[in-house]
C-alpha cells in the first residue's frame, strides 16, 4: 500500500465515521437524507462519498494546495460536487485568466515551425 | 584556404545566420504573442467610453482586481461583497485557488460561497434568467472562456448590468472595474462553459429564478454553516415563496419537527402530501409524528401506507420498516386532540 493509499483509506475513515453519525437517526427522514436518496442509494453511497473525499484532499495537495486547506475544502464540497472532483480535477475548467499560458503555447508554436522549417518568416538574416 | 577549412567556415557561418535568426525569432514570436494576447485581452470590450448607468447596471457591487491567475478569488469577492459578507481576494485563495491547475473549480467557488453562510445558487442556462437576476438587484457570478484559435482560457467574470438599448454586457472582469462587451461575444465566451452563472445570496432571499426545489437543494447544502434562527428564517422565506411545493412542505416540517414543533410539522407533512400522496418521507414522517404527538391509532395507518408505497431496496426503506414497528408496538387509540389536527 502506497503512502498515498493509506492517507486516502484513513482519512476516508474519518469522514465515514462523521458522515455516518449525522445520517444515524432512524425513523425520521431528514431532508438531506430525502434528496441524498432520491440520487443515489444508501450506505454504499456514504462509503463511495467518503473515499472520494479523501482522494479529492490527497489530488488538492498533489496540486499544490496546503493540507489543512485541502482538508477543509474536501469537506465543504457536497457528495455530487465531490463525485465530479475525483474524476476529473485535472480536466474541469479553472477560471484562472491563462494569460501566460496563451502567451507560451503560441510562442512554442511559432518556435516549432521556424525552426522545422514550415514557416520562414525571418529568412532575410 | 583548402576546401576542408572553406566547408567550416561555411559551417560557421550557417551556424551564426542560425543563431540569429533564432534570436530574431524569439524576439519577433514574444512581441507578437504579446499583441495577440493582448488583443485577446481587449476583444468584444468597448473601453470605458460607455459612461455608468444607474438604470442598466449595479453600481454599488464592489470591485476587486484580480492579480494574475487569481480571477476566481477577485470574482468570488465581489459576489460574497454584494451578498453582505465583506472579504478579500487574499482570505479566499487559500478556499479556491489550485496552485497546480492555476485556477479556480466551479464547485469550489460555490462551497466557498456556502461556507461563508451563503446560498449558492446555480441558475438555468439562459441569458434571460441572467437578465431576471440582475433586475432582482443580484450580480451574477459567470464562465467564459476567452481564449481563441482553440485554446481554453478560462475566467470568472461578474456581471453587474446589461443596457438592452446598446445591447451591451457590463462586468467586474479582471482588473477592469466595468468591462464593456457586446451582447453577443459575451454569449460566445459564455457559451464555451455551458452558460455557467450563479448567484450568490443570504439565506433567507431567494433567487428570483429559483424553483422551490433547486432553493431547498441549496440551503440543505448550506445549512451546516448556517446559524437556527437563519436556518428558520430561510424555511419561512421558502413556504413563504412556493407554498405548495413539496420539498419545502417537507423540508419545512422536518425542520419544525426537529425544533419540536410536533403540530407545525403535522401541518406540514399534512399539506405536502394532499399535494402529493404518494411521498413516502412525508407519509413516514407524519406517521412518526403523530406517534409524539400521542395519536397511535393515527400513526400506524400512516406508517402501514408508507410501507406500501416504499420500494424494495430504497435508502428509505429502513427508515419505513423502523416507523411501521414502533407505531405497532405503540398500539392503543388516539388521544382526544388528535382528532382537532
Not at chain 1, 475513515?13 to 441524498?36: D, E, H, M, P
Not at chain 2, 470574482?75 to 496552485?99: D, F, K, M, N, R
Amino acid at each position: 500500500m502506497s503512502f498515498r493509499q493509506t492517507t486516502v483509506a484513513i482519512t476516508a475513515a474519518c469522514f465515514l465515521a462523521l458522515g455516518l453519525q449525522s445520517t444515524a437517526s432512524a425513523g425520521v427522514i431528514g431532508t438531506q437524507a430525502y434528496l441524498a436518496a432520491e440520487a443515489r442509494a444508501g450506505q454504499l453511497a456514504d462509503i463511495s462519498a467518503a473515499l472520494s473525499r479523501a482522494d479529492v484532499q490527497a489530488q488538492l495537495v498533489s496540486l499544490g494546495v496546503s493540507p489543512a486547506d485541502a482538508l477543509t475544502r474536501a469537506a465543504a464540497l457536497s457528495d455530487a460536487e465531490l463525485a465530479q472532483v475525483a474524476h476529473e480535477i485535472q480536466t474541469l475548467p479553472a477560471g484562472g485568466d491563462g494569460l501566460l499560458a496563451v502567451i507560451g503555447i503560441v510562442f512554442v508554436v511559432l518556435l516549432i515551425l521556424e525552426l522545422t522549417g514550415v514557416t520562414d518568416i525571418f529568412k532575410k538574416v | 584556404m583548402s576546401p576542408i577549412s572553406s566547408r567550416r567556415s561555411d559551417q560557421i557561418i550557417v551556424a551564426t545566420t542560425r543563431v540569429r535568426a533564432l534570436v530574431r525569432t524569439l524576439v519577433a514570436a514574444t512581441a507578437q504573442a504579446t499583441a495577440l494576447a493582448t488583443l485577446l485581452a481587449g476583444c468584444g470590450t468597448l473601453g470605458p467610453g460607455i459612461p455608468e448607468d444607474p438604470r442598466h447596471e449595479l453600481t454599488a457591487v464592489p470591485f476587486f482586481p484580480q492579480t494574475i491567475h487569481q480571477c476566481g478569488p477577485a470574482a468570488l469577492a465581489t459576489v460574497l461583497g454584494a451578498s453582505g459578507v465583506a472579504t478579500t481576494p487574499e482570505q479566499l485563495a487559500p478556499l479556491v485557488y489550485i496552485p497546480g491547475r492555476r485556477g479556480s473549480l466551479q464547485v469550489e467557488m460555490l462551497a466557498a460561497a456556502r461556507s461563508h453562510g451563503r446560498l449558492a445558487y446555480v441558475l438555468e442556462p439562459r441569458f434571460a434568467d441572467l437578465q431576471l437576476e440582475l433586475t432582482a438587484g443580484k450580480p451574477v457570478l459567470v464562465l467564459q472562456d476567452l481564449g481563441a484559435l482553440g485554446i481554453r482560457r478560462w475566467h470568472f467574470a461578474v456581471v453587474v448590468g446589461y443596457d438592452p438599448g446598446r445591447d451591451l454586457v457590463i462586468l467586474r472582469s479582471g482588473t477592469e472595474r466595468r468591462q464593456v462587451e457586446a451582447r453577443d461575444w459575451f454569449l460566445r465566451s459564455w457559451q464555451a462553459g455551458g452558460n455557467w452563472a450563479a448567484v450568490i445570496t443570504p439565506p433567507d432571499d431567494p433567487p428570483a429564478t429559483a424553483t422551490g426545489d433547486g432553493f431547498i437543494r441549496a440551503l440543505s447544502a448550506a445549512e451546516r454553516y448556517l446559524s437556527p434562527p437563519v436556518i428558520d428564517a430561510a424555511h419561512a422565506a421558502a413556504l413563504d415563496r412556493w407554498p405548495g411545493v413539496p420539498l419545502v412542505l417537507l423540508a419545512n416540517g422536518n425542520r419544525a419537527y426537529a425544533q419540536g414543533n410536533i403540530a407545525g410539522a403535522i401541518a406540514r407533512y399534512r399539506e405536502l402530501l394532499v399535494a402529493e400522496p404518494g411521498n413516502v418521507a412525508g407519509r413516514n414522517n407524519l406517521a412518526s409524528a403523530l406517534l409524539d404527538a400521542g395519536c397511535p391509532q393515527s400513526a400506524l395507518v400512516e406508517a402501514r401506507q408508507a410501507a406500501a408505497l416504499v420500494q424494495d431496496g430504497s435508502p428509505l426503506a429502513t427508515a419505513v420498516q423502523d416507523t411501521l414497528a414502533k407505531a405497532t408496538a405503540a398500539g392503543g387509540s388516539d388521544a382526544s386532540t388528535c382528532r382537532a389536527e
